[in-house]
């Protein structure tokens, strides 16, 4: 069998994620809230309407079209497809292969997954203690690849800590190293209220990854997009293949497009209960929770396996994030409805009280 797998490939353990399930369930960063019903009563009318025994539009050029008008960027550098996860790995397989990927520890697993599967050269530069960017730690190594160029991955706001790195820095990677492709994912830059669409005019080398698996709460239909500079963005289009979204994902990312409100209204709830966890944390005895611009929290504990296990028999799922370099004792709790975090805050006190 060695002979038939590469061993870039063999070699690479297998996405780290072990499925549990609970009546609360705040493990994946998922949105708390389902898509609104009456949207889902008109997505399976018009799909109802539409013949089944035809392809899809080759690139999703509508639903393409209309993103670009929501995001009030170019249609020619706005690309879709099923999942940002798949754009990564298209990303890398663009301008790392053969070359050099670069992030930070820790990080997305993904980022270096897809680097190692794909045979590319990879680095990982420590995050300082309280998770902000080295910034010259990360200079030095794309400096010693400056010839090479290649990928950097940088989460914005970062995951698994939703600390929001500098952007003086970011901007400073991006004017110092043209010759790198740099990819800010921005996968929940709503819950950091920011939106950095406008550097997209000044920075070729810049590509933004946003998802509908976190805001939208479309996490089930896997829709992930790229925004860039049309130069870049259609280079990044040959990679992907055919038909990259069936007609259901575009009924319901059209009809997501145009009712869009219901977005801002829930990311500004999910917002205003992550502050209140936040707080209520602060007064935990033995855990320390860090403040966040994502839609969950990083909280470190005595015992990463202990705090999981205890809230999991109180029916509280989270995860954890003990495994990562820099977080020992780590778990991440997603910020869910105003009751589930009530129950989550009512079972990690009761963990407090056992302690004491």
Known sequence: MSSLVRLAVSDCPDYPFVAFDAPVKLDQ????????????????EKWFLLSWNRYPELMAESVRRSLALYEQWIEAGTLITTGSNVLIAL?????GIGRHVVTVKPNFALYSLDAKLLGCQLTEVPLGLNFELDLNGFMRVLEQYSEMG???YLPQPHAPTGHLMDKDGLEHLLKSYPNWVVVLDEAYHQFAQENLISWLNVYPNLILLRTFS???GLAGLRLGYALGQSSLIQQLKKLVPPFPLSCPQSITLQVALEHSDYVSERVSLIIAERERLFQALQHHSSWTAYPSKANFLLIRTPDAKEAHEVLLKQGVLVRRQDSYFGLEGCIRVSVGTPEQNDRFLTAALRIRAASV
């Open 29 to 44: 960063n998922e949105s708390p809230f389902d898509f609104p019903e009456d949207l889902k009563r008109l997505v399976v």
């Open 91 to 95: 990303i890398t397989q663009m301008s």
């Open 150 to 152: 290649g990928v950097v």
């Open 214 to 216: 976190k805001a939208w």
